[in-house]
């Protein structure tokens, strides 16, 4: 999981891999194995809507690069990885996204965040249609955009203008 990251630019809140990594600014998920299902699983709702929702509700010190303390991610409320059809769902999603190209938010819908949405609802139960509403109202949120403090996006959608003035 990260421990922080600019929330305009960020792709992802989590990994997994098949192979034991080392690297700087991401923390592990404990109490899963790093070759296991549930980290797989974990790094599927993460990155989802829900997940990535669940991120920005702590966003430590600023909200453009929040970041976050093992604390803070022990006490997100992720789903029950030991229940067998809710970690195989999830697993079997990363397994068919894990080589997808994951653009930035603010470059709005792809392919793969529907993916990981639909995968989070049928393991959860919960209805795609609201969760794909939360997924475009984030795309359009003020700090995924990359829009400061008093700018505004000319027209909904018109990524390629901070107000008034071209990226």
């Not at 006490?75 to 079997?92: E, F, N, Q, V, Y």
Request: glycine share 10%; net charge negative; with cysteine.
């Amino acid at each position: 999981m990260t421990a922080g990251q600019d929330t305009s630019t960020a792709r992802l809140t989590a990994v997994a891999s098949d192979e034991t990594l080392v690297g700087h600014g991401w923390m592990p998920v404990s109490g899963t194995k790093a070759d296991g299902e549930a980290a797989k699983s974990a790094a599927v709702f993460l990155n989802s809507t829900t997940g990535r929702l669940l991120m920005m509700r702590s966003p430590g010190r600023k909200l453009a690069f929040p970041t976050y303390t093992p604390a803070i991610l022990n006490a997100l409320p992720i789903p029950d990885l030991t229940d067998a059809r809710i970690c195989s769902t999830l697993a079997a999603c990363w397994e068919a996204t894990r080589h997808m190209t994951v653009p930035q938010y603010r470059d709005g819908e792809c392919e793969v965040r529907q993916l990981w949405d639909a995968a989070v609802c049928d393991a959860l139960g919960w209805d795609t249609d609201e969760i794909a509403g939360y997924r475009k109202l984030l795309h359009e949120e003020p700090h995924i955009r990359g829009l400061g403090y008093g700018q505004y996006a000319d027209a909904p959608g018109n990524d390629n203008e901070v107000g008034g003035i071209p990226r």
